[in-house]
């Protein structure tokens, strides 16, 4: 079986947080409305849930109600498809659609925690919106990619915060364009986080705190990356270590 097929691809797929063994469940909100009036499927139908922590299953379509969607489960199982170690990427937030498109290509790459960051010279404001909004993408994008555990999103943290020696026990790396070695990942793997400034890059001051909490520098070849490509960098070396 190829490996797509293994975790179910092939069927549409819904977020249900609470997935009963067997037996029936309802689905509502925002994943019944895109069940009924976008992809408007039958009673009959197969589909596949997932709860967000590892586990999916098969189910076929009972019921469609006004608002919500009766299933019954055929079988439950625990498939997981993460990185073997956790990844977690504080990234300042880039400007309009770039945002989700980050958002998105981190659940793709297997990132365990997205941080939205305030660094000095951010010029996006993080609204009280951007981490709902940062959610629902989450959830998007592991429909589509067939991931079963949703990427965190963390609560909106400043550049200070971050560069505090003790806010991670793995690996702590900034991508930074000037530094002088390359940022490699171990390749053990280990837990690990990496900051990712924004447009106009950190300051002396954000530098400097990181230098202090022993924070290692590592650049990601010749070229400045935007701030969403670097973090998709930065996603995708540490995927190919694991895969
Ligand atoms: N003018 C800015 C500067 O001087 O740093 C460029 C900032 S870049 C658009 C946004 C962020 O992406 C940087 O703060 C850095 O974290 C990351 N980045 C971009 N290109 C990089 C590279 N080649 N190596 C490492 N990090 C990079």
Request: aromatic letters at 6%.
């Amino acid at each position: 079986m190829r490996r797509a097929e293994s975790i179910g691809r092939s069927l549409r797929r819904f977020f249900c947080e609470t997935l009963p063994e067997s037996g029936e469940v309802e689905i509502g909100d925002q994943e019944a409305h895109h069940l009924l009036h976008v992809l408007r499927m039958k009673v009959g139908d197969k589909l596949e849930l997932f709860d967000g922590r590892d586990c999916s299953a098969v189910g076929v379509v009972e019921e469609l109600l006004k608002r919500s969607v009766r299933v019954r489960i055929e079988s439950k199982s625990q498939v997981s498809v993460e990185l073997p170690f956790r990844l977690v990427i504080a990234a300042a937030v880039p400007k309009g659609d770039r945002q989700q498109f980050m958002v998105e290509k981190l659940v793709e790459l297997g990132c365990t925690e997205l941080w939205p960051v305030t660094y000095q010279r951010s010029s996006v404001k993080i609204e009280k919106k951007t981490v709902m909004k940062w959610r629902r993408y989450v959830l998007e994008a592991s429909k589509q990619c067939g991931r079963n555990r949703l990427m965190e999103i963390r609560e909106p943290i400043s550049s200070r915060e971050v560069f505090a020696a003790d806010v991670f026990a793995g690996d702590r790396w900034l991508a930074d364009p000037y530094s002088s070695q390359p940022l490699e990942l171990s390749g053990g793997p280990s837990d690990s986080l990496i900051a990712v400034g924004p447009e106009g890059g950190l300051t002396e001051d954000e530098l400097g705190t990181a230098q202090e909490s022993e924070w290692r520098t590592g650049h990601l070849g010749p070229r400045i990356l935007r701030l969403e490509t670097a973090a998709m960098a930065v996603a995708a070396r540490a995927s190919l270590l694991a895969n």
